[in-house]
C-alpha cells in the first residue's frame, strides 16, 4: 500500500476537529483495487497511459471505488507529465472524488504546485468546495503556500471563502498560526472582519491562539478591539483569561493610542478637514 499527500508537521498547531481534514496522508492506494490506467498514472507511466488510451478511450475518465481519476492520482503523485496528456485527451478537470475533491484540490492538498499550475492554466475551478467546505485556497494556506495562494488568486479564487466552521482562508490561517501566509493574504486586502461561526473576527481568534506577533500584525491594520463574539468576549476578555500577558500589553497599548487619538481629533474638529 503507497501513500500521496503530507502529514502534520512538527510545530503545527493542532486545529482540533478540523485538523485532520488538511494532515492526512492524501490518497491510500492498493494496486489490486485500481484500473490499468490508474496504476500508470499513480506510476508516472505517460507511456502507458497513452496505451490503456489506446485501448480503451472509456478509461480517460474512469472512477476506482473511491471515486478518483487518473488525473486524481497523476495529481496526487505529483507527475505533471501525465496531467498535461489527460488534460490534452479532453479529461474531465473538475470531475469530483469520493470526498467531492477535484484534481485541483488534491494537488494542493498535497503540495504538487506543478500539476496545479498546469490545471489552472487550462481553466481548472478554484473555487468548488469539498465535502467539508474547503476550497483550494483553505488547503494552500493550510501548507503554508503563498506562492499557491498566489496563483490561485490570480485564477479567480474566492478570498473570502466559507468552510462548513466558517472560516474564511485568512480566519483558518490565524487558527493555524501560519503568520506568512496570513501576512500575505492582509496585503491582498482579505477581510479582517470576517466572523466564524461563533462570531470571533480575525484579532480574537489570534488572541485565543497566543500569537502575539499575529496579534500585533492585525493591530498594525487598525482593526477594531473592542468587538465582541457571540458570547460577549472581547480579544481583551481572551487575553486575561488565558494570562497572555504579553498580548494584554499590546491591546492595552494600542487601546491607548487609539484613545489618545481621538482626544487629539475631539480637541481639534478641524484639523482633519484642513487636511
Same mark, same amino acid.
Given at each position: ?8 508537521r ?5 486545529l ?5 481534514v488538511?494532515?492526512?496522508?492524501g490518497?491510500?492506494i !492498493? ?5 490499468? #490506467?490508474? !496504476?500508470a498514472a ?8 497513452e ?20 488525473l ?23 470531475i469530483?472524488?469520493k ?5 485541483l ?12 499550475? #498546469?490545471?489552472l492554466?487550462?481553466?481548472a ?8 467546505g ?22 479567480g479564487?474566492n478570498i473570502?471563502?466559507?468552510d ?6 485568512l ?9 506568512q501566509?496570513?501576512?500575505f ?11 466564524? !461561526? ?15 506577533? #499575529?496579534v500585533s ?5 487598525n482593526?477594531?478591539?473592542?468587538s ?11 487575553a ?7 498580548i494584554?500589553?499590546?491591546l ?9 487619538? #481621538?482626544?487629539?481629533?475631539n ?8 487636511e
Amino acid at each position: 500500500m503507497k501513500l500521496f499527500g503530507f502529514g502534520s508537521r512538527r510545530g503545527q498547531t493542532v486545529l482540533g476537529s478540523i485538523d485532520h481534514v488538511y494532515t492526512g496522508s492524501g490518497y491510500r492506494i !492498493r494496486d489490486s483495487e485500481l484500473r490499468k #490506467i490508474h !496504476r500508470a498514472a499513480v506510476k508516472g507511466d505517460a507511456a502507458e497511459v497513452e496505451r490503456c488510451l489506446a485501448r480503451r478511450s472509456g478509461d480517460l475518465d474512469a472512477l476506482d471505488k473511491q471515486h478518483r481519476t487518473a488525473l486524481h492520482l497523476a495529481c496526487a503523485s505529483g507527475h505533471a507529465k501525465v496531467v498535461t496528456l489527460l488534460i490534452n485527451r479532453k479529461c474531465q478537470i473538475d470531475i469530483c472524488d469520493k470526498e467531492n475533491r477535484t484534481p485541483l484540490i488534491q494537488a494542493i492538498h498535497c503540495q504538487e504546485e506543478a500539476c496545479a499550475v #498546469i490545471l489552472l492554466e487550462h481553466g481548472a475551478n478554484p473555487n468548488l468546495k469539498d465535502i467539508y467546505g474547503n476550497t483550494a485556497l483553505h488547503y494552500a494556506v493550510y501548507s503554508e503556500s503563498t506562492s499557491l495562494a498566489e496563483k490561485l488568486l490570480s485564477h479567480g479564487a474566492n478570498i473570502e471563502a466559507l468552510d462548513k466552521h466558517g472560516l474564511t482562508p485568512l480566519l483558518l490561517g490565524i487558527h493555524g498560526q501560519k503568520q506568512q501566509v496570513v501576512k500575505f493574504l492582509i496585503k491582498k486586502k482579505a477581510n479582517l472582519n470576517a466572523r466564524d !461561526r461563533c462570531g470571533r473576527n480575525a484579532l480574537i481568534l489570534a488572541v485565543r491562539c497566543g500569537s502575539a506577533s #499575529i496579534v500585533s500584525l492585525l493591530l498594525e491594520q487598525n482593526i477594531d478591539v473592542s468587538s465582541k463574539d457571540l458570547s460577549g468576549q472581547t480579544a481583551r476578555d481572551y487575553a486575561v483569561s488565558s494570562h497572555h500577558n504579553v498580548i494584554c500589553q499590546l491591546l492595552s497599548d494600542c487601546k491607548e493610542k487609539q484613545m489618545l487619538k #481621538i482626544s487629539s481629533e475631539n480637541s481639534n474638529p478641524g484639523k482633519e478637514s484642513e487636511e
